[in-house]
């Protein structure tokens, strides 16, 4: 358990620094100028996957990025949701896609640093993606069933433990942050919790509200509505602060849970060999949009915390996460085949 919590922290430590750094290295000149690269792209519409249900996170933040992106491209983006396996199914279709730029996908934890360990037989070769922008990061959110007789994270721990395997935690589905976020506090508080995946968040959520699950952990971009709404309750959030959509609400780590800290991120990828000249273009053109207030505004909304990045930030990422979620996985006996 000590070996979680010190990993966990030396590894968000790492991604930190790295993201702190990245900050000033793609605002560069050479970026800014090579949206002029490549004139002659794109002259056609451009697909872009996203490998989870419509109406859940991913699906927002890329529909946000999807109608920018068009205005600056002066092609139509299009959203093509892709969900199922842990969105292999969607980051299969990036991978075999030509390298032409003309098929984009939502690349994120789970499908570039956690599905490497969950899947016996992955169809797709996560490295093998071309890293093209980071869109942010997301913190979870730890919700239950408003009528759960619980109003802390410490009151949940006590009444989990006093009622083994008795309480169900829901997920958007196997290997999702949401799910792998659950099996890490299941470990660090001794906890006997069953989980229940669901297809998607949105099914995950509904059930919740319905009172046929009694807890689960879910991105803050998909729950917070109906925190707000009182349709469910919050306990915690997964980050190392509180979240500025949320501030009453504690981290789980302030809570009494040490060690604990997720975030979720995701971003842009393209097929093995996208040309050079298409991913600069692609990635000063995101990191443009993601800096005007406009676009800001409406992911602060979703709890989406935007910044700019060089093309390989995804792929750093991936790589420093890659070993702690692996851990999770093995301790958890989590696999899917």
């Known amino acids: 358990m000590n070996s979680i919590n010190d990993n966990v922290a030396i590894q968000r430590r790492r991604i930190l620094r790295v993201m702190g750094a990245a900050c ?5 000149p050479r970026l800014v100028l090579a949206q002029a690269n490549h004139p002659s792209y794109p002259s056609r519409p451009i697909r872009l996957v996203v490998p989870s249900a419509a109406g859940g996170a991913p699906d927002a933040i890329c529909r946000v990025m999807g109608n920018e992106l068009a205005t600056a491209l002066g092609q139509p983006i299009v959203i093509d949701n892709k ?3 842990g969105g292999a199914i969607g980051m299969t279709e990036v991978a075999r896609a030509a390298a032409d730029g003309y098929t984009l996908g ?62 169900t935690m829901g997920s958007a589905g196997n290997g999702t942050t949401g799910h792998l976020g659950g ?45 707000k709404d009182g349709r469910v309750k919050a306990l915690g959030v997964s980050g190392a602060r509180r979240s500025p ?50 676009v800001r505004s409406k992911y602060a909304t979703m709890a989406f915390e935007t910044m700019a990045s060089p093309p390989n930030l995804l792929r750093t990422m991936a790589m420093m996460e890659s070993p702690r979620w692996a851990e999770v996985i093995k301790r958890s006996g989590a696999k899917v085949e």
């Open 183 to 227: 099996e890490l506090f299941k470990s660090l508080t001794g906890t006997f919790i069953t989980h229940v995946p669901y297809r998607g968040s949105p099914q995950a959520i509904q059930d919740l509200i319905g009172g046929q699950i009694d807890l689960m952990f879910d991105n803050l971009s998909s729950i917070a509505p109906h925190i």
């Open 245 to 294: 959509l949320l501030p009453q609400v504690p981290t789980i780590q302030e809570s009494g849970v040490k060690g604990y800290e997720t975030t979720a991120w995701g971003g842009i990828v393209g097929p093995k060999g996208l040309p050079e000249e298409i991913v600069t273009r692609l990635n000063a053109e995101i990191n443009r949009i993601l800096a005007t207030p406009a």
């Open 24 to 28: 000033a290295i793609a605002m560069t």
């Open 106 to 167: 939502y690349g994120n934890v789970v499908t570039l640093a956690i599905n490497k360990s969950l899947y016996a037989k992955l169809p797709y070769e996560p490295d093998s993606l071309t890293s093209v922008a980071l869109l942010g990061t997301v913190q979870n959110a730890l919700v239950v069933r408003k009528e759960l007789p619980v109003n802390s994270v410490k009151e949940l721990i006590e009444y989990a433990k006093a009622r083994p395997g008795r309480l």
């Open 83 to 85: 969900p199922g396996a």
